[in-house]
């Protein structure tokens, strides 16, 4: 239980960290002002985000989490795959997951279309660095 526990926290906290990084860098007025109202508004930023991570993150995480260790344990470790081609099944999975849900949420005919979207890019991005840190961590804790 442990060897998935700590993978998956260490996804959620990549998450929470990649979201807070990219709501810093889109929102362009946290750096404006005196020294504490910038220290503020990246307070606020980070506090949205954590929001943003429990409320959305957690169940999403979760499930990818779930099915990268089906992944890892049907897979990578029964045919004792090297690093490189698990990260690639990884990112793999990363970006059917995004897909996935882009066809549950939205349908089928909107999905090609909103892989031109910018946002899209991000949740594939945010997915991916999930998914590979999630590959990272339960690879260091199987060695355990």
Request: with cysteine; glycine share 6%.
């Amino acid at each position: 239980m442990g060897k998935f526990l700590i993978p998956y926290s260490h996804s959620l906290l990549s998450l929470f960290i990649s979201m807070t990084i990219i709501q810093i860098y889109d929102e362009k007025g946290i750096f404006e002002g005196e020294l504490f109202s910038i220290f503020t508004n990246l307070f606020i930023a980070m506090a949205q985000m954590l929001v943003a991570t429990l409320i959305v993150g957690v169940p999403v995480v979760l499930v990818g989490c779930l099915l990268g260790e089906i992944l890892f344990r049907c897979v990578i470790l029964p045919i004792k795959l090297h690093f490189i081609p698990s990260l690639i099944l990884y990112i793999l999975l990363a970006i059917s997951i995004v897909f996935c849900y882009e066809v549950i949420s939205d349908g089928v005919p909107t999905t090609y279309e909103n892989t031109r979207i910018i946002k899209m890019m991000y949740f594939m991005g945010l997915t991916i660095i999930c998914s590979i840190t999630f590959l990272v961590s339960r690879t260091t804790y199987e060695g355990k």
